[in-house]
């Protein structure tokens, strides 16, 4: 395994491991991204087996002893099973995340002490990047959920939300982004459906981000309001249908 390392944004990289064991035969990437400051933030550690990999990658761009903070969408092995081991060999490092995850987990779990960030909480990382979390619960999984925009490019690292399989360009501009949501929903059931997914989508849209950051799949550049607006949709479908099926269950 590699790790590809593009630009995928002003000062935002994008670190890619494509693993073709998992969902063969189109496999699947796991991807970090690194948003350059005076402070520098890293979202998602990667999974702690992938760590030697991820570290060496990383080198590549910048220190990693230089990064001051640790974000991630949710509690789960890929997207911060690593932390541990970021925090040993990067000493300034601080994790951050919600108050859910760090009451739920990240108190016990990671080896310093986290920054708690309340829902639309910013850290001002210098030289005009500035990371704002933003509490998306249950949403596509995890009580903890949430994601990071970076509010200078408009780039949303939106995690697990529309994760797509295969290994595509690192960067896409325009072109279908729901139809492979779709496709990978369908085959992982990987969201936690629940009524509120919509409306936590749908509020994301109104920031009306230039730029996606999938944890897994190509970064897309285009009309991220209306991407995200598609992705509403596609779950209220998906509620609705799974409400029509209780309530005839119980009709029957
Ligand atoms: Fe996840
Ligand atoms: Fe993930």
Not at 191 to 204: E, K
Request: a negative charge; hydrophobic letters at 40%; proline letters at 6%.
């Amino acid at each position: 395994m590699e790790t590809k390392i593009s630009e995928i944004a002003d000062g935002i990289y994008r670190l890619s491991t494509y693993v073709p064991d998992i969902a063969p035969p189109t496999g699947f990437t796991f991807n970090q991204f690194l948003v350059l400051g005076d402070e520098p933030l890293m979202f998602h550690t990667g999974l702690r087996k992938m760590f030697p990999l991820n570290r060496d990658a990383l080198r590549r761009i910048l220190p990693p002893e230089r990064l001051r903070w640790i974000g991630f969408g949710h509690f789960e092995a890929d997207e911060c099973g690593a932390m541990n081991e970021w925090l040993a060999v990067a000493p300034q490092a601080t994790p951050a995340h919600g108050q859910t995850g760090c009451l739920v987990s990240l108190n016990d779990f990671a080896d310093r002490a986290a920054r708690v960030l309340n829902d639309g909480e910013v850290i001002d990382l210098g030289r005009g990047k500035r990371v704002r979390f933003i509490d998306t619960p249950h949403t596509p999984h995890g009580w903890d959920a949430g994601v990071m925009y970076e509010e200078s490019t408009g780039t949303l690292l939106c995690g697990d939300l529309f994760t797509q399989l295969g290994d595509g360009p690192a960067l896409k501009h325009g072109g279908d982004i729901i139809g492979p949501a779709i496709v990978a929903e369908d085959l992982f059931k990987y969201s936690a459906l629940c009524p509120d997914m919509g409306a936590t989508i749908r509020n994301l849209a109104q920031l009306a981000p230039r730029t996606l950051a999938l944890m897994h799949g190509p970064s897309f550049v285009g009309d991220g309001a209306a991407a995200l607006r598609a992705l509403a949709d596609d779950y209220e479908r998906r509620t609705a249908s799974q409400r029509l099926a209780i309530v005839e269950a119980k009709a029957a």
